[in-house]
């Protein structure tokens, strides 16, 4: 067989691959936009049950749509820059954080405020609250600020249960819990990755450095895999490790 004859054939085979594959392959469309926030979108959440979406935006809104066609259903005044917005694991409810340090819950299905934990006069954050997580088992909430502390609350009452310190001075931008709840990963602006025990409070280990193959500089996002096996960051040095 002559090379003309091998390419011809590659190609044929190629396409025939091409074609096959694109037969079978889940077709991806853009469902709905759903729009317009007055400002950046910081933020979202889906809730368990996939029907709802949530958004944290500079409009100094959380914003609740139907996500199958985008309707938006409510709309939460948070009264200032909303940066991260979760939903409880059962459902019910919605936990949004921002300025100046400000945490509220809210009843997702009817959207009355529930509650708006501590701020810097009763133990709370001093300043914005970049990030904030729920422990799988809906009881804690764990918030991350730029007042350089992270913050463990209990959600149905909305207590302090402790703030932790690692004694340097940058702020975490990110912030996730273990699967199986029992740890909390933070992703700090210098490049570290903190690990805390959730139940005691304490530093069990930090993660490499820069000069060890870690991150050169700020971390922006971290996450947890789903068997706790792995962590994965994100960072401005423009690697995921």
């Known amino acids: ?3 003309r004859h091998v390419i011809v054939s590659f190609l044929i ?5 091409t074609v096959s594959f694109a037969q079978t392959a889940p077709t991806v469309t853009l469902d709905w936009i759903g729009v317009d926030h007055s400002g950046p979108v910081f933020s979202v959440a889906i809730s368990p049950d996939g029907n709802t979406v949530v958004s944290a935006n500079a409009s100094l ?8 066609n985008g ?6 005044d ?6 991260s917005v979760a939903i409880s694991p059962d459902g019910r409810s919605v936990v949004s954080s921002g300025l100046p340090g400000s945490i509220k819950i809210w009843n997702l299905s009817d959207g009355e405020l529930l509650r708006t934990l501590p701020v810097a006069s009763d133990r709370g954050h001093t ?6 997580v729920i422990s ?3 009881n804690t909430i764990v918030s991350s600020s730029s007042d350089r502390t992270i913050k463990v609350w209990n959600l149905s009452d909305g ?7 690692d004694g340097t001075k940058v702020a975490a931008s990110g912030v996730t819990i273990s699967p199986d709840g029992s740890t909390i990963v933070a992703a700090k602006w210098d490049g570290l990755i903190k690990v805390w025990n959730l139940s005691e409070g304490t530093l069990m280990r930090t993660l490499p450095v820069a000069h060890d193959k870690g991150h050169g500089n700020h971390l922006q996002s971290v996450a947890i895999s789903p068997d706790g096996g792995f962590v994965v960051s994100g960072g401005r040095d423009k690697t995921i490790k």
Request: aromatic content about 6%.
């Open 61 to 68: 809104t959380v914003e609740v749509r139907n996500l199958s």
């Open 136 to 138: 799988p088992d809906g």
């Open 78 to 83: 948070h009264e200032n820059y909303v940066f």
């Open 13 to 17: 085979s190629l396409i025939a691959t």
């Open 1 to 3: 067989m002559s090379f």
């Open 159 to 165: 207590t302090l249960q402790r703030t932790l310190i």
């Open 127 to 132: 300043s914005s609250v970049n990030s904030l």
């Open 71 to 76: 309707t938006l259903l409510r709309t939460l």
